[in-house]
Structure formats: structure tokens, C-alpha cells
């Protein structure tokens, strides 16, 4: 397994930016999908982005689309998450994630994440 921390979160007015890393350490990193997921008080944790393992192809959820920016850089082990023009209802705990080395597509199925860290709050005033 991959061993994750994430960092960045914090309080933020609607129309900000944040930037989420991701540091990654154990399991090849540089050969692991990796993604963002968030979950909202009450709600069941969702997708919000994934990047392949070369950076090759990034996949967005509709919500965010247009307005976050998901990267790596494997040089580093880190996974970043860029996240402007925040709006309220963004607000949740975000959580990247190791995809499962032994599924080979990309894929936004949290239940093909096998690897997660312990999550960093954002949080957006209205």
C-alpha cells in the first residue's frame, strides 16, 4: 500500500483558491493513479479528480469542472489539487487516494482505491 498525508486545507471566502498536496511514500508512486475525493457532512464521500500515473489523462467531476486542477509531480511523490473559484457548497474533507495497482484503467470508482490518507478540511464562507 501507499502511505498518504494531505496538506493545504483550510478556511476560505467563496472566490478563493486553495491548493491540497498529496505526499505519497511506500508503493511505487510514479506507477499509481492517483485521486481526490471529498465528503461533506452527512453525505457519502464522492469523486472530484484523478490523474494517471504519467499525468497523461485527468478526469474531473462534473462540480468541479472548469475550476479545480488536479497534478502530479513524481520526482516529488506528491499529488496537488488546485482548487479555484471556490463556492460554499465545496465545502467537505478532501482525501486523495492511491488507485489499486491491479486494476490497469483509470477509473473514478472509490471502491478501486486501496491506499487513502487522513484527509485535510476546506472550508468556504458564503
Known amino acids: 500500500q501507499v502511505q498518504l498525508v494531505e496538506s493545504g486545507g483550510g478556511l476560505v471566502q467563496a472566490g478563493g483558491s486553495l491548493r491540497l498536496s498529496c505526499a505519497a511514500s511506500g508503493r511505487a508512486f510514479a506507477r499509481t493513479n492517483m485521486g481526490w475525493f471529498r465528503q461533506a457532512p452527512g453525505k457519502e464521500r464522492e469523486f472530484v479528480a484523478v490523474i494517471t500515473w504519467s499525468g497523461g489523462q485527468r478526469y474531473y467531476a462534473d462540480s468541479v469542472k472548469g475550476r479545480f486542477t488536479i497534478s502530479r509531480d513524481n520526482s516529488k511523490n506528491t499529488v496537488y489539487l488546485q482548487m479555484d473559484s471556490l463556492k460554499h457548497e465545496d465545502t467537505a474533507v478532501y482525501y486523495c487516494?492511491?488507485?489499486?495497482?491491479?486494476?490497469?484503467?483509470?477509473?473514478?470508482?472509490?471502491?478501486?482505491?486501496?491506499?487513502w490518507g487522513q484527509g485535510t478540511q476546506v472550508t468556504v464562507s458564503s
Open positions: 487516494a492511491a488507485a489499486n495497482l491491479a486494476i490497469p484503467v483509470v477509473t473514478t470508482d472509490i471502491g478501486a482505491y486501496d491506499s
